[in-house]
Nanobody, 115 residues
């Protein structure tokens, strides 16, 4: 079984950057596609970016050109580099497999973009 723990969130000013990291325990991390998702206030949780086992990526239109997803199968981590952050990026960010598995949602990490 894989457990996922997100970290790296915080308060940042518009235009700033944050790097989120998801650490996965378990020896089978490398066989899963992984994704970063977010739930903004009053909205449904939505996919932000995903990465396949071979490293192919998808990024949602709303963050394209600003966010980059990466993974390190040797370290069992998947990261989300977020640049040029906007107030509308404020949300709780979660990692999970892609497609997501219901039992693997963690606590998430809060990202707040505000001046």
């Amino acid at each position: 079984q894989v457990q996922l723990v997100e970290s790296g969130g915080g308060l940042v000013q518009p235009g700033g950057s944050l790097r989120l990291s998801c650490a996965a325990s378990g020896s089978i991390f490398s066989i899963y596609g992984m994704g970063w998702y977010r739930r903004a206030p009053g909205k449904q949780r939505a996919l932000v970016a995903s990465i396949t086992t071979s490293g192919s990526t998808f990024v949602a239109d709303s963050v394209k050109g600003r966010f980059t997803i990466s993974r390190d199968n040797a370290k069992n981590t998947v990261d989300l580099q977020m640049n040029t952050l906007k107030p509308e990026d404020t949300a709780v960010y979660y990692c999970n497999m892609y497609p997501p598995l219901a039992n693997y949602w963690g606590q998430g990490t809060q990202v707040t973009v505000s001046s």
